[in-house]
């Protein structure tokens, strides 16, 4: 009777002390990025749970059925070398199952890389996230703003990061709007997001970088166009203009509260020029060059070569 009791309260303690829980944020996505992991992670959730019930029914029932024998004590049971169908079955699924999920984490991995459904003919507002130990700074190129430690972006709209590190690398993630990626300091990795609607989220750095990494986040807001245009003019209002004196100083390792410039620091400390999985122009021009370079320098080589054989 105890025992019961115990139990019964243990169970009423758990259930209350769950339902105070928030749900889990990748599970509850702002994003379509966000929509299509979310669909991915309760799809493999679901696949699990159908194999975890068929495999307990089955022991369950095997264990009922088979508790006790009705054979004689000295009762030998004759030695079989295999049945095809039992190895076919218990070989066959488990490899369809890992071929199915193969192909939907495939597919899936295509569409978060690319624009997101619903904008691919909408132009992108990109934004320059860098990490430094442990901030995160924000550089808006079109609209001549920074921030460090804070994100505004629009709503509706898609929005294009370029990522890359001043430190360790990193992982920039913003769980209801996508994905993680990778920040590195010797290029640039593009990561596509959008918000479908307006609310505040949660962003962090979720690769280990140190003493500093638990408090490595950042706030995001998303808000309407309009909104967004109206911070931009704020700031050119109010914000002070950054230096690369004071920039250099925001790079030292420590933690700073949100902070808010007019000007990036992509004017005196551009990002890396090599973008990955993309061809810039910079290296289209740079192979152009190289390539004229050796084809002058083997023209000389030859009219050198006839000169001396003239002579």
């Known amino acids: 009777m105890i025992k019961k009791w115990t139990f019964l309260t243990s169970v009423m303690a758990l259930l209350l002390i769950l339902t105070g829980c928030e749900p889990l944020l990748v599970l509850d996505p702002k994003g379509p990025q966000a929509e299509r992991q979310a669909s991915d992670i309760m799809l493999s959730i679901g696949i699990m749970a159908v194999i975890v019930i068929v495999v307990m029914v089955m022991l369950g029932y095997i264990l009922i059925k088979y508790r006790a024998s009705k054979q004689s004590e000295d009762y030998e049971p004759p030695h079989l070398e295999g049945n095809k169908w039992v190895e076919a079955i218990c070989v066959g699924i488990p490899v369809l199952i890992v071929a199915y999920l193969s192909f939907v984490s495939v597919q899936s991995n295509y569409i978060v890389e690319s624009a997101p459904e619903g904008y691919e ?120 203009p950054l230096t690369e004196s004071e920039f250099q100083q925001l790079l030292e390792p420590g933690h700073l509260g949100q902070m808010t410039f007019t000007g990036t620091h992509l ?28 084809h002058e320098h083997h023209s000389t080589d030859e009219s050198e070569h006839t000169d001396h054989s003239g002579h």
């Open 121 to 240: 003919e909408q132009e992108p507002l990109v934004i320059y996230a860098s990490s430094s130990n442990w901030k995160w700074h924000f550089s808006y190129p079109e609209q001549g703003v920074e921030t460090v430690n804070y994100l505004y972006i629009p709503t509706d709209r898609p929005i294009e990061f370029k990522l890359y590190s001043y430190g360790p690398i990193t992982s920039f993630w913003i769980p209801q709007l996508g994905g993680q990626k990778y920040a590195m300091s010797d290029m640039v990795t593009t990561l596509h997001l959008a918000a479908d609607s307006p609310g505040e989220f949660m962003g962090r750095n979720a690769n280990f970088s140190g003493k500093g990494f638990a408090e490595n986040t950042f706030n995001v807001t998303a808000m309407s166009q309009d909104d967004f245009d109206e911070w931009v003019d704020e700031v050119h209002e109010t914000a002070e």
């Open 267 to 294: 004017e005196f400390s551009p990002a890396p020029e090599h973008n990955h999985g993309t061809n810039t122009d910079s290296d289209t021009n740079a192979e152009s060059e190289d390539h004229s370079s050796h």
